[in-house]
C-alpha cells in the first residue's frame, strides 16, 4: 500500500502590483481561509492517472455550475456510476460529489478576491442555487463568511489565479 502524504501550507508570501504600479508583499498565513484556498488548488490542479476519471474530472471542471449526477459523470467518462465512483475515490482519494463541491468553493473564492461581484452572482456562477446555501458552504469550508474572505484576501488574488493558470 502507497502511503499517500499531503503537503501542507503553512504560510505564503504574496508579492503583487497595485492599482499604482508599486510592489506590495503579503503574508497570508494569518488567513486560515486563504492559505486553505491555495491547498485546495493545488490538490485540484493535478489530473489523475485513471483516463476514465480524468474525463469526468475535465467534464466538472468545464462546467463547475452544471447540476452534476453520478449517472451524468458515468456518462461523461463512459463508465457505470459504481465503478467510477471506486475509480474516483481510489485516484483522488475522495468522492466526485466532494470533489465538485471542493472545485466550486474555489472557483468561487477566486471570483471572491479577483472580482467585486456580488455574492449572489458568484453563487449563481459556481452552481448554487441561492447566496445562502453558498455563504453557508463557503464558511464550512473555509471558515469565513464570503464577505470577510473577500477583504483578508485582498492582494492574494493574483497569486490565486496564477496557481490556476499553472494548472
Known amino acids: 500500500m502507497i502511503a499517500m502524504l499531503r503537503a501542507r501550507v503553512r504560510s505564503v508570501e504574496v508579492v503583487f502590483e497595485d492599482a499604482k504600479g508599486r510592489v506590495r508583499r503579503a503574508d497570508v498565513a494569518r488567513s486560515r481561509a486563504v492559505v486553505a484556498v491555495i491547498e485546495a488548488e493545488l490538490g485540484l490542479a ?3 492517472l485513471d483516463p476514465f476519471v480524468a474525463r469526468a474530472v475535465e467534464a466538472m471542471r468545464r462546467d463547475p455550475a452544471k447540476r452534476w449526477t453520478l449517472a451524468s459523470l458515468a456518462r461523461a467518462s463512459g463508465l457505470s456510476r459504481a465503478p467510477l465512483a471506486r475509480r474516483f475515490r481510489r485516484a483522488l ?3 466526485p460529489r466532494r470533489w465538485l463541491v471542493d472545485l466550486r468553493l474555489l472557483r468561487a473564492a477566486e ?6 461581484d ?3 452572482e458568484v453563487a449563481a456562477l459556481v452552481g448554487y442555487a441561492s447566496e445562502f446555501a453558498f455563504a453557508k458552504a463557503f464558511k464550512r469550508r473555509y471558515g469565513l463568511a464570503p464577505g470577510l474572505f473577500r477583504r483578508r484576501a485582498h492582494g492574494a488574488g493574483a497569486f490565486v ?5 499553472a494548472a
Open 161 to 165: 489565479a496564477s496557481l490556476r493558470a
Open 93 to 95: 482519494g475522495t468522492s
Open 46 to 48: 493535478r489530473t489523475p
Open 118 to 120: 456580488g455574492l449572489a
Open 111 to 116: 471570483h471572491l478576491v479577483t472580482t467585486d
